[in-house]
């Protein structure tokens, strides 16, 4: 998008489309525009080349890209709409805020994660290409992995190089029992309304001038992940347990629903997303978190049971060319049925992670789970568990 409003400021100079307001550009009239050759741009062209241009940035987009995209006519209007839709619908990462949203409902959204041992931090980058690992990829978290006396702390944050709680690049962080057992992921901010606050000794004070005053930065659970002993010593890869808070179980469900979490709350950050047009209209319920009555059951997410391989006399999954090298860390992750009645929902993979070099991870993910929750997911894959192997 950059590239496309270096072309837009050239053949606009009497107009300082990216110093205006979000709402100041999508209800400004375009007349003169209409009729320029941007606009008489076939349709089926013109997204394709803002598709492309799109997904080849390797960073976020800055807030006066996107408007200045949306301020050309209303067919560059109507196509930026679609692009920086909710992930759900869009099938896209566009802005930091896309981290924390559910995924797209039809595929699986395809990322890879990088290792560096020694500095024990870890890279989530977007696959660029179909062609998942030939590309550095975009960026998306980094982690790094902190010992303490009775737990690890794995701080995941906007900026590689800033991994401080006080930064206002700070998501959210992970962290694990004594054992490495059990974990529990959690966000910076709010996830949803009513999301409950925990405290702790080892909480920072964030700057107010780093943080939106409307929501209070502190620690709040958005999972729970434990793995199962193996006292026995049997063969077979982990089993693990995941339970999501404030995900309905009912999300993964036809017209089910999950909360959307539609502010980032962190200022610093040239990508806002306060945009009018980022508020598409879906069957979401917006950043409205769950409804007054009955409490609903969260949803629970358990291992996809494996194949004993005769041949190969090992266990296999079926990663479908996605993962290369087999490891006692490769999973896939399913929802678990409520009733104990599995429907089709419950074969589906919501999330798969697994090993393709030494220190190299694939990690694909959808709805109803975000990047960011899928990625922390996958970093307590990462520790030694004597007791669960």
């Keep these: 998008m950059s590239a496309i409003r270096s072309i837009i400021s050239r053949s606009r100079s009497h107009r300082v489309v990216q110093d205006a307001t979000p709402a100041a550009a999508a209800a400004a009239p375009n007349h003169g525009m209409d009729s320029s050759c941007w606009a008489n741009m076939p349709q089926e062209l013109l997204r394709e080349v803002l598709l492309r241009i799109e997904a080849s940035e390797t960073s976020w987009p800055p807030r006066k890209s996107v408007v200045a995209c949306a301020g050309v006519c209303r067919s560059w209007r109507h196509i930026t709409k679609d692009i920086v839709r909710v992930p759900e619908l869009s099938g896209k990462l566009t802005f930091p805020l896309s981290l924390k949203q559910p995924g797209p409902r039809d595929i699986l959204l395809q990322c890879f994660i990088k290792r560096c041992r020694t500095t024990q931090t870890y890279y989530l980058y977007l696959s660029l290409t179909s062609a998942a690992l030939a590309d550095d990829g975009k960026f998306l978290l980094a982690a790094r992995k902190s010992r303490r006396a009775t737990c690890t702390d794995y701080i995941i944050s906007l900026d590689a ?137 969260g949803l629970v997410l358990k291992n996809k049971s494996p194949r004993w391989h005769e041949h190969l006399q090992c266990w296999c999954l079926n990663f479908h060319g996605r993962v290369t090298v087999a490891s006692v860390k490769n999973f896939q992750l399913v929802a678990a049925p409520e009733n104990g009645v599995a429907g089709p929902e419950h074969e589906q993979i919501i999330l798969q992670f697994g090993k393709v070099g030494k220190d190299l991870f694939t990690m694909d993910y959808r709805y109803p789970i975000s990047a960011f929750q899928a990625f922390a997911i996958c970093l307590s894959s990462f520790d030694t568990k004597i007791a669960c192997e």
């Design 161 to 297: 190089d800033d991994m401080s709680k006080a930064s206002s690049t700070y998501v959210g962080k992970l962290r694990s029992n004594f054992l490495g057992t059990r974990f529990t992921v959690l966000d910076g901010l709010p996830p949803h309304a009513g999301a409950k606050l925990v405290r702790s000794r080892s909480t920072r004070p964030i700057s107010l001038k780093q943080v939106s005053p409307r929501v209070p930065a502190g620690n709040y659970p958005v999972a729970h992940i434990s793995y199962e002993l193996n006292m026995l010593g049997s063969r077979g890869p982990r089993r693990m347990h995941c339970v999501m808070d404030g995900i309905p179980a009912s999300s993964v469900e036809p017209g089910g629903i999950a909360p959307t979490q539609t502010e980032f709350g962190i200022r610093k950050l040239d990508a806002s997303t306060s945009f009018s047009f980022l508020r598409s209209k879906s069957n979401l319920t917006g950043d409205s978190g769950p409804t007054p009555g009955p409490r609903k059951a």
